[in-house]
């Protein structure tokens, strides 16, 4: 099974080295990789069992760090993000060049957002990357809210979990992206 730590420098190793870890955040765990390193993403889709044209998410810091991997950012999404971020709004936004076309499944678009748990926030903000990171289950399975839950449904594929305790909301966040004066709403999730 993995360690089960809350040592966040730990993790923060881990990634560096490549590896997966399971992370808390305020909707659920999340599997992370490095998600400017295409052989540290490639583990999430094996590990998962998920299919490679399914897109990640991109989890970052700050506003400023979105802006290094989105080519612009629309006016009203900015105004979305100014209001619920951090918190489980993810905005998918034009990608420039920097994220691996494995992590978006070749699409032009990234989906991103900034968590509002405080653990995730500390680990991020201790990496000079972004964090690909889907829920941290199996394809299909129901999504973990707990480091034990990952521990049960992951344990033997990765090697360590963040416990944060468990997760707010308990539910993935709301996916949108902003298209002219509309906003589309392609996952209803932590926020309404």
């Known amino acids: 099974m993995a360690e089960i730590t809350s040592d966040v420098s730990k993790a923060v190793n881990h990634l560096r080295n490549g590896d997966l870890i399971g992370f808390p955040t305020e909707t659920v765990y999340g599997l992370a990789a490095n998600g400017l390193n295409p052989d540290a993403v490639v583990k999430i889709f094996k590990v998962k ?26 006016k009203k999404a900015l105004q979305l993000a ?34 509002i748990h405080s653990m ?12 690909a990171a889907p829920s941290a289950n199996s394809f299909g399975y129901v999504s ?36 002219g004066d509309n906003v589309v709403i392609f996952r209803l999730g932590g926020k309404t």
Request: with cysteine.
């Open 49 to 74: 069992n998920r299919p490679s044209f399914d897109p990640l998410i991109i989890h970052t810091y700050s506003l400023t760090e979105v802006e290094k991997y989105a080519k612009k950012i629309p």
């Open 82 to 115: 100014e209001v619920f971020w951090p918190g489980p709004l993810t905005l998918v936004l034009d990608k420039n060049q920097l994220i691996p076309d494995l992590v978006t499944s070749g699409l032009d678009t990234v989906a991103m957002r900034i968590p």
């Open 144 to 179: 973990p809210t707990t480091a034990d839950h990952v521990n049960a449904n992951l344990g033997d594929r990765i090697s360590l979990i963040l416990d944060g305790g468990s997760c707010d909301i308990g539910l993935e966040s709301t996916i949108v992206r902003v298209d």
């Open 120 to 131: 995730a926030l500390k680990l991020l903000q201790q990496l000079d990357f972004p964090l």
